[in-house]
């Protein structure tokens, strides 16, 4: 009786094996430059064609016509490939073991009201009943993350789309200032709770919402913050665009962005 042969092609275990490492490198833009995640620099081309076409990549000279030097994992392509990392042994990295990052559901509304307020001091963290409102109407641009192993919300990244370029106090506001085919995302709160901070949660929901919203043909991200975060936002490869407008819990703030799609 023949023995069942398991073994991968040579053309496959290459894109495989290019799948993994491109995993494993990916990597952001230093400030002001567009957010990219990976470098295909180095790599097989034909590898990068039949993964481009198998949808686990985006190659942008071959989807959108371009000709940088980058392209981006999508959903499938991470998947499989913390999946391959785990059938040989190689150990990722182990926020994703521990946390899911995914859409808040209207039920977690309070959750996310009391988070915010843990967050941020009175003067500046949104209101309960504007938080729930903002849920009802943008909950597509409000990512959380999940702690797998009890439920709890961790954290979350929240915004609303607009046509406007410039940030305006309104927006933590009103709701319905939110235009869900705006190309603009203006980011109203990063809060990640005391017991889970310092394990990198804040730079992953930032990524994770970047890696979304760029493949929802987003152009840009749009944030302010007070000085001592401008580093941290930097080092995410958001832009310092100077002192902002905003007077936000009666506060000076900056005014930071990260381009997605030009």
Avoid at 1 to 10: G, P, R, S, V, Y
Avoid at 129 to 155: H, P, Q, Y
Avoid at 242 to 250: M, V
């Amino acid at each position: 009786m023949a023995e069942k042969n398991d073994k991968k092609t040579i053309q496959e275990a290459i894109d495989d094996l290019t799948l993994a490492l491109m995993y494993l490198t990916r990597f952001h833009d230093k400030e002001g430059n567009r957010f990219n995640e990976i470098s295909w620099k180095g790599y097989d081309f034909d590898a990068i064609k039949r993964l481009d076409d198998g949808e686990f990549i985006i190659d942008p000279r071959n989807s959108r016509g371009g000709g940088n030097k980058y392209v981006y994992l999508t959903e499938e392509g991470r998947k499989k490939a913390r999946k391959m990392l785990d059938e040989i042994g190689i150990e990722d990295q182990k926020i994703y073991e521990q946390f899911e990052f995914r859409t808040i559901r209207q039920a977690e509304a309070d959750e996310a009201a009391d988070i915010e307020q843990a967050c941020f001091p009175p003067n500046e963290a949104c209101t309960r009943e504007n938080m729930k409102e903002r849920i009802r109407t943008a909950s597509d641009l409000f990512m959380v993350a999940i702690d797998r192993k009890n439920g709890k919300m961790a954290g979350f990244l929240n915004g609303i789309a607009t046509e406007e370029y410039d940030f305006k106090d309104i927006f933590f506001t009103d709701a319905n200032t939110h235009n869900p085919n705006g190309k603009n995302i203006m980011l109203l709160g990063l809060d990640v709770l005391p017991e889970y901070r310092r394990m990198g949660l804040g730079r992953e929901l930032v990524y994770n919402y970047c890696r979304r919203e760029q493949e929802r043909n987003r152009s840009r991200l749009i944030l302010t913050c007070n000085t001592s975060k401008v580093k941290m936002y930097k080092k995410f490869g958001f832009r310092d665009l100077g002192e902002s407008a905003s007077e936000w819990g009666g506060e000076k703030w900056h005014e930071m962005e990260i381009i997605l799609n030009y």
